[in-house]
């Protein structure tokens, strides 16, 4: 994409009304754009950034055997009454229509997949927006009143296949994170049931100071815990922790037969397993900035290479670029050597690869990674062997 071309522009300034380092890197970037509290427009490179992270969440899924749909947003308020939750205070209800806007999808699924199948186990999950009457919608894109999110649900006949299952998702869950970047930084973490059951849940807590989560890591076996449930002692038997900000990024839960009873199915046990999308996108960035803007892990960027042509016609190695399949963010705009360094360092895709007229003397171009200081002369003839392989 010729960057001269595209929808949105960065902005030199931080926006008034946002605190958070996530809102104030994407607004500036040009990745999102504020509607208002909890509501955000995700613009060409964040709808990118957001496409990305939801292939990768679908192939890990796919290979656990998920089956993706797309439910309605739109729910009727005598599903959410079988269950006692039309009245929670996270349901936005339509007046005079007995319609509400899902937060969450139980409700259902469980009668959809009683409906269709009576053939166990079944593991169906879909990529939807939520909407939740978030009373504290603030932190940009971590916690919003409209948002994108990843639910899967399983269906299974007997108690050790739910476990089974649960520990595949487990699994499926931390190379969800190690291909964005988050592996490191993400704790399995013991936690309530919340509103979704009443025996304990597994939490995907990021560690970062943006968090809004308080977190207890075992210094001797590395459990986490939860704030809501932390203890004094461990089940290893240390009484040593780290206590740590975080931003949950995913959650799993077994549901046993709450659900599956109420809507008449006998002798199902059910989990499932929430991964938000956005959430995760925000949380990224919380995690890779530096002082000069964002800093995109390979997998998630919404290109592959940032080519600014200083001085220069750098279409020819575009072309040869884009002809290869790599994603290239071509900046031919007519600004200054310095504004086109600001916004690549700005937007944070991996590595920045500059033509100048001082390059092109010695028939390379200079490439930088994002993060690093280092500079490297490629020759020009070598520059698509050279970027195939860093990818």
Not at 266 to 275: H, P, T
Request: proline share 3%.
């Amino acid at each position: 994409m010729k960057q001269r071309e595209l929808f949105t522009k960065t902005i030199k300034e931080n926006p008034k009304d946002e605190k958070s380092i996530n809102a104030q890197l994407l607004i500036r970037a040009g990745f999102i754009d504020k509607l208002g509290a909890g509501i955000y427009s995700y613009l060409p490179l964040g709808l990118m950034v957001i496409e990305n992270i939801k292939n990768i969440v679908r192939e890990e899924m796919n290979k656990i055997g998920g089956q993706e749909i797309l439910m309605p947003s739109l729910h009727p308020k005598e599903n959410w009454e079988i269950t006692g939750r039309w009245n929670v205070e996270e349901m936005y209800k339509i007046k005079d229509n007995n319609l509400g806007l899902g937060w969450t999808h139980e409700e259902i699924i469980t009668p959809l997949v009683k409906k269709y199948t009576s053939v166990f186990p079944k593991y169906i999950y879909q990529i939807q927006t939520k909407f939740r009457n978030e009373p504290r919608a603030k932190s940009g894109i971590l916690r919003g009143r409209e948002f994108l999110m990843k639910d899967l649900y399983s269906f299974h006949t007997s108690e050790s296949d739910l476990n089974d299952y649960y520990e595949k998702v487990k699994e499926a869950y931390f190379k969800i994170f190690k291909r964005c970047g988050l592996k490191e930084k993400t704790y399995l973490t013991l936690a309530s049931g919340g509103a979704f059951s009443s025996s304990f849940s597994h939490e995907f807590q990021t560690v970062t100071d943006a968090g809004e989560d308080i977190i207890y890591i075992c210094k001797n076996c590395g459990q986490s815990f939860n704030r809501e449930i932390f203890e004094s002692k461990c089940e290893c038997g240390s009484t040593e922790f780290e206590e740590k900000k975080s931003i949950e990024v995913g959650n799993i839960f077994k549901l046993q037969d709450k659900y599956s009873k109420l809507f008449g199915m006998d002798n199902i046990v059910m989990g499932c397993y929430g991964l938000g999308i956005t959430r995760m996108m925000g949380a990224i960035v919380e995690v890779f900035n530096d002082e000069k803007g964002i800093i995109w892990p390979k997998e998630v960027a919404p290109f592959d290479v940032h080519l600014l042509e200083l001085d220069t016609d750098a279409s020819e190695i575009y072309d040869n670029l884009q002809k290869e399949e790599i994603k290239v963010l071509y900046d031919n705009r007519e600004k200054s050597a310095g504004e086109k360094l600001n916004d690549c360092d700005l937007i944070g895709i991996p590595i920045r690869i500059i033509l100048s007229k001082k390059t092109l003397e010695k028939d390379c171009v200079e490439i930088k990674k994002r993060g690093t200081d280092e500079l490297e002369l490629v020759k020009i003839k070598k520059l698509t062997e050279f970027i195939q392989n860093e990818l």
